[in-house]
């Protein structure tokens, strides 16, 4: 696992968070939501793709 995964995760929650707070401000509660869910579904992409990357690695490491 790398520091650069934490910092990429970290930096897409504060970017979802700025423009939620703008949507919302400005009064699209329902872009700021969808924002929100594309922020979520990213973050999930991003982590399962490192799940995978693990699993392989566990794999190869007992030879399954």
Do not use: K
């Given at each position: 696992m790398d520091v650069n995964l934490i910092f990429q995760v970290a930096a897409i929650g504060i970017l979802v968070a700025v423009l939620n707070q703008l949507l919302i401000r400005s009064g699209r509660e329902e872009?700021?939501?969808m924002t929100t869910l594309a922020g979520l579904i990213v973050v999930?992409?991003?982590?399962?793709?490192?799940i995978s990357?693990?699993?392989e690695l566990i794999k190869r490491t007992f030879g399954l």
């Open positions: 872009q700021a939501m999930m992409m991003i982590l399962v793709r490192e990357s693990l699993f």
